[in-house]
C-alpha cells in the first residue's frame, strides 16, 4: 500500500504561490511522479510553486527512489501532499495513485524533470474556461538538451501540413482538434505529458493510465490515444514547459523509444477494442516504427538488436539500402563490425 507522507513543504499558505506581491489560486491539482530524481525535482517543484496561477494543492509520488528524494522534496515543498510507495511500481501507478488522492476538476501533469514556464497553468485555465468543450488541453514546449535550449519548438517539428490537418479551427493561441485527432496524432505525436491538463471528468470516459506499459519509454501514448477518443483535445500554441532531455532520461535511446512505441500500439489493436476502426492505421505505423528502428539501431552499430527487430520488418517495406543493412548485420562478429564501419562510412 501506498504510504501518505503527511504534508510536506508549501508555499505562504495553503495552496497558494507568491508571485508579484500577490497570491492567486486555482482549483488545480498537479500531480508530480518521482523514482530517484533527487537531481532534478528541486527545480521542478520550484517552476510550479512560482505559477502566476499557484494550484490548489501538489501531489508528489516517490516510486520508491532509493537516493536523496524525499530529502530534496521535503527542502521545498513543505505542506503539500507527499505519497510514498513502498514498492517500484512505474510511473503509470505513479500518476493515478496521484489523481486519486486529488481533489480538483482540473489536473495538470509534470514529469520530474521538466520546468514550467510561470503562466502556463493561468493560460490553461484561461483556455478551459473559454472553451468548456474542452477536456484535454496541451501546450507547445521546448527542449534543454543538457542545459542548452534548441532553437526551435515542439509544434515546429511537425511534418508539412500537420497543423492545417489535424486542427478543426483556431482561436486566439488555442488550437482546437479534429475528432477524432488519432489519425494525426499517429503521424506526428506533438504531446507530452508535463504540458497535459485534463478535466477529472475525463477520467469517467477514458480511466487511469495503464499501468502494465508503465515501465515504457512511451507510457504516455496510450493513454493520449484513449483520451483522444473520448474528447475533445485542444493545444496551445506557446512554449509554456521546458522538457530537459539528459544522461538520466527514461526515453533518452531511440530506437528504444520507438520500439516502445511499438509494443504499445501492438498492444493497442490485440482484440476487438476502441482501437478497432483505426486499425489499419496504427498496424501501417507499427510496420513504420519498427523500420525506423532497425535504421536507429544500425547507425547505433548494435548489429545483434538491429538483425532482431528486422525480422519484424516486411519483406515489401525494405528497399535496397535496408536489405544490404540486414546483410551487415546479420554476418558474424568482427566481419560485421568491420563491415558496418565501410557502410556508416559513406
Given at each position: 500500500?501506498?504510504?501518505?507522507?503527511?504534508?510536506?513543504?508549501?508555499?505562504?499558505?495553503?495552496?497558494?504561490?507568491?508571485?508579484?506581491?500577490?497570491?492567486?489560486?486555482?482549483?488545480?491539482?498537479?500531480?508530480?511522479?518521482?523514482?530517484?530524481?533527487?537531481?532534478?525535482?528541486?527545480?521542478?517543484?520550484?517552476?510550479?510553486?512560482?505559477?502566476?496561477?499557484?494550484?490548489?494543492?501538489?501531489?508528489?509520488?516517490?516510486?520508491?527512489?532509493?537516493?536523496?528524494?524525499?530529502?530534496?522534496?521535503?527542502?521545498?515543498?513543505?505542506?503539500?501532499?507527499?505519497?510514498?510507495?513502498?514498492?517500484?511500481?512505474?510511473?503509470?501507478?505513479?500518476?493515478?495513485?496521484?489523481?486519486?488522492?486529488?481533489?480538483?476538476?482540473?489536473?495538470?501533469?509534470?514529469?520530474?524533470?521538466?520546468?514550467?514556464?510561470?503562466?502556463?497553468?493561468?493560460?490553461?485555465?484561461?483556455?478551459?474556461?473559454?472553451?468548456?468543450?474542452?477536456?484535454?488541453?496541451?501546450?507547445?514546449?521546448?527542449?534543454?538538451?543538457?542545459?542548452?535550449?534548441?532553437?526551435?519548438?515542439?509544434?515546429?517539428?511537425?511534418?508539412?501540413?500537420?497543423?492545417?490537418?489535424?486542427?478543426?479551427?483556431?482561436?486566439?493561441?488555442?488550437?482546437?482538434?479534429?475528432?477524432?485527432?488519432?489519425?494525426?496524432?499517429?503521424?506526428?505525436?506533438?504531446?507530452?505529458?508535463?504540458?497535459?491538463?485534463?478535466?477529472?471528468?475525463?477520467l469517467d470516459k477514458a480511466s487511469l493510465?495503464?499501468?502494465?506499459?508503465?515501465?515504457?519509454?512511451?507510457?504516455?501514448?496510450?493513454?493520449?490515444?484513449?483520451?483522444?477518443?473520448?474528447?475533445?483535445?485542444?493545444?496551445?500554441?506557446?512554449?509554456?514547459?521546458?522538457?530537459?532531455?539528459?544522461?538520466?532520461?527514461?526515453?533518452?535511446?531511440?530506437?528504444?523509444?520507438?520500439?516502445?512505441q511499438v509494443r504499445i500500439l501492438t498492444?493497442?489493436?490485440?482484440?476487438?477494442?476502441?482501437?478497432?476502426?483505426?486499425?489499419?492505421?496504427?498496424?501501417?505505423?507499427?510496420?513504420?516504427?519498427?523500420?525506423?528502428?532497425?535504421?536507429?539501431?544500425?547507425?547505433?552499430?548494435?548489429?545483434?538488436?538491429?538483425?532482431?527487430?528486422?525480422?519484424?520488418?516486411?519483406?515489401?517495406?525494405?528497399?535496397?539500402?535496408?536489405?544490404?543493412?540486414?546483410?551487415?548485420?546479420?554476418?558474424?562478429?568482427?566481419?560485421?563490425?568491420?563491415?558496418?564501419?565501410?557502410?556508416?562510412?559513406?
Amino acid at each position: 500500500m501506498e504510504g501518505r507522507g503527511g504534508r510536506v513543504g508549501q508555499a505562504d499558505g495553503a495552496g497558494s504561490a507568491i508571485t508579484g506581491g500577490r497570491a492567486l489560486n486555482s482549483d488545480v491539482s498537479v500531480i508530480i511522479p518521482v523514482y530517484n530524481g533527487a537531481r532534478f525535482i528541486e527545480r521542478t517543484i520550484e517552476s510550479v510553486l512560482r505559477q502566476t496561477l499557484a494550484p490548489k494543492e501538489i501531489i508528489i509520488v516517490d516510486d520508491a527512489s532509493t537516493d536523496e528524494t524525499r530529502r530534496c522534496i521535503e527542502r521545498v515543498a513543505a505542506d503539500h501532499t507527499f505519497i510514498q510507495v513502498p514498492e517500484n511500481r512505474g510511473v503509470c501507478h505513479s500518476r493515478n495513485a496521484g489523481i486519486r488522492a486529488s481533489t480538483s476538476p482540473l489536473i495538470a501533469l509534470s514529469d520530474q524533470d521538466d520546468l514550467w514556464h510561470p503562466e502556463k497553468l493561468a493560460r490553461q485555465v484561461a483556455a478551459f474556461e473559454a472553451h468548456p468543450s474542452i477536456e484535454l488541453l496541451f501546450t507547445n514546449f521546448q527542449y534543454l538538451r543538457n542545459e542548452v535550449f534548441d532553437e526551435s519548438d515542439k509544434f515546429a517539428e511537425a511534418p508539412p501540413g500537420f497543423w492545417e490537418d489535424a486542427v478543426e479551427r483556431r482561436e486566439g493561441d488555442a488550437a482546437m482538434l479534429k475528432r477524432p485527432a488519432l489519425p494525426y496524432l499517429l503521424m506526428f505525436q506533438p504531446v507530452f505529458p508535463s504540458t497535459m491538463m485534463f478535466r477529472r471528468t475525463l477520467l469517467d470516459k477514458a480511466s487511469l493510465f495503464d499501468e502494465p506499459v508503465g515501465r515504457e519509454q512511451s507510457e504516455d501514448l496510450e493513454f493520449l490515444l484513449r483520451c483522444d477518443l473520448n474528447c475533445r483535445m485542444a493545444a496551445l500554441l506557446t512554449p509554456l514547459a521546458t522538457i530537459r532531455k539528459h544522461g538520466q532520461n527514461y526515453s533518452g535511446n531511440t530506437a528504444r523509444t520507438i520500439l516502445s512505441q511499438v509494443r504499445i500500439l501492438t498492444r493497442m489493436v490485440q482484440g476487438q477494442g476502441p482501437y478497432e476502426p483505426f486499425r489499419a492505421a496504427i498496424t501501417a505505423q507499427i510496420r513504420h516504427r519498427t523500420l525506423l528502428a532497425f535504421n536507429a539501431l544500425f547507425a547505433e552499430g548494435d548489429l545483434a538488436a538491429a538483425r532482431l527487430v528486422l525480422r519484424d520488418v516486411p519483406h515489401r517495406s525494405r528497399d535496397l539500402r535496408v536489405v544490404v543493412k540486414g546483410a551487415v548485420a546479420a554476418m558474424p562478429g568482427p566481419l560485421g563490425k568491420a563491415a558496418w564501419r565501410v557502410l556508416s562510412s559513406r
